[in-house]
């Protein structure tokens, strides 16, 4: 098969801890991976066959980085779109493809991609500046979201008061209406161009309170088996909807009177399938390379429960990265560290994470609350 040659090249689409993982599964199906990232100290620097330091947003530099490559991916949606489409019609694959990344990227387009589609979802207004988040008469409180540009929390926000109205975004966006839910859940579900489909087990995610980034997450989700069963339907509704190659995320709410409605979707492997690497038959950066590859999708069932920490940069540190508490987070069984291989260390950055894993609930959740006190990472 063509794909195995050694001149097969893999271009990925930036170097960040994604990208870093999805080399270290590539490295079993003989391909050779070439990453692009502006960053010159970037995770898969000195992993990755080739690297190539520049923008992912300027149209030439993806343009030129692409032509290498006979298929080409991404690990961050924040990227030049339009260069991609210039690939596909110069005859490179590009998975997933760029106008369904180009839709993602916008939350406008997703939200109405949705609303078109019988996907359900919050019900929302788009705004074009923030007098139309005024204008747009919705029952305080409600959510403000940027259609672009928003990434882990910071263009979202909630708008509870009148005066809260002041500092509603001034660009496009949109209004939402303030979900009561009971749980935050996530389906990553993955699709060939064969049409094969496959979902991995629901997980459920716990956001720390302040800073909007994923602190636990546990895998099986409790949820009801009826709600489980609609997340993973919409998951599968979605991927054929969008007639989608590759790996989809599928973030959503469960309701606390039974509804399930989908938040935003990642074009990608996720933040909240990093457990999936111990815990599940295929981990998530397998399946994404199946999906893209052409490939039969592996097996998604779930080997053990599992609990996942981030490792994020401990407040008031910043500089060259220091870990405290390896040994002893490391002595314990069903603990496994993923660092991701970045020099300096800044307070809230991704620095790793853990998945624990365990068959009895009490004893996983201490263990991970464990970890989570006492690994650390200073400067
Ligand atoms: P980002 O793209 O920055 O991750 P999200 O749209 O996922 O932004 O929002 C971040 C978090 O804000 C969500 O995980 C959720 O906790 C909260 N949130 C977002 N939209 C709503 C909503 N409509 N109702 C209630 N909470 C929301």
New binding site residues.
């Given amino acids: 098969m063509a794909l195995f040659y050694q001149d097969f090249k893999l271009g990925v689409i930036g170097g960040g801890q994604l990208g870093r993982m999805l080399i270290q599964e590539a490295i079993n199906y003989n391909l050779h991976v070439a990453v692009l990232d502006p960053d010159e100290n970037a995770p898969c620097k000195h992993l990755a066959h080739s690297f190539t330091c520049g923008s992912l947003t300027d149209y030439d530099t993806v343009l030129a980085f692409g032509r290498q490559c006979q298929l080409v991916t991404i690990e961050i949606e924040n990227v030049n779109t339009e260069a991609l489409q210039q690939l596909v019609a110069a005859g490179i694959t590009v998975y997933p493809q760029p106008e369904i990344i180009a839709l993602i990227k916008n ?1 406008v387009e997703q939200k109405t991609f949705y609303q078109q589609h019988d996907i359900p979802t ?1 019900a929302f207004t788009v705004t074009a500046n923030k007098e139309e988040v005024k204008q747009a008469a919705r029952p305080l409180p409600f ?1 403000n ?1 940027l259609a672009t540009a ?7 926000q909630i708008i509870r008061t009148p005066k809260d109205l002041d500092k509603a975004f001034d660009a496009p966006g949109l209004v ?4 009561d ?1 009971s749980k ?1 859940i996530s389906v990553i579900v993955a699709r060939n161009k064969f049409g094969e489909i496959r979902a991995f087990p629901t997980v459920e ?1 716990e ?1 720390h309170p302040e800073h ?1 980034l994923v602190e636990y997450l546990h895998t099986p989700a409790i949820i009801d088996p009826e709600i489980d069963n609609k997340a993973k339907l919409i998951a599968i509704d979605i991927v054929k909807k969008l007639d989608f190659i590759g790996l989809l995320a599928i ?1 959503m ?1 469960v309701t606390k009177d039974g509804r399930v409605l989908v ?2 979707i990642a074009p990608r492997t996720h933040n909240s399938g990093h457990h999936t690497i111990e815990s599940c038959t295929t981990s998530q950066f397998n399946q994404h390379l199946r999906a893209i590859l052409g490939l039969p999708l592996g097996n998604t069932a779930l080997k053990t429960p599992a609990t996942m920490v981030n490792l994020l940069g401990e407040e008031g540190y910043t500089g060259p990265a220091r870990y405290e508490g390896l040994e002893e987070v490391l002595a314990l069984k069903g603990v496994y560290v993923h660092l991701y291989g970045k020099a300096i260390t800044k307070p809230y950055r991704k620095m790793g994470h853990i998945t624990i894993t365990g068959k009895r609930k009490k004893k996983l959740l201490a263990k991970a609350k464990f970890v989570k006190e006492t690994l650390k990472v200073k400067a």
Avoid at 150 to 156: E, K
Avoid at 176 to 179: Q, S
């Fill in positions: 939350k919050a959510v979201k928003g990434y882990d929390g910071r263009g979202v939402e209406e303030l979900v839910f935050e995610l956001f909007n973030e709410f938040n935003e």
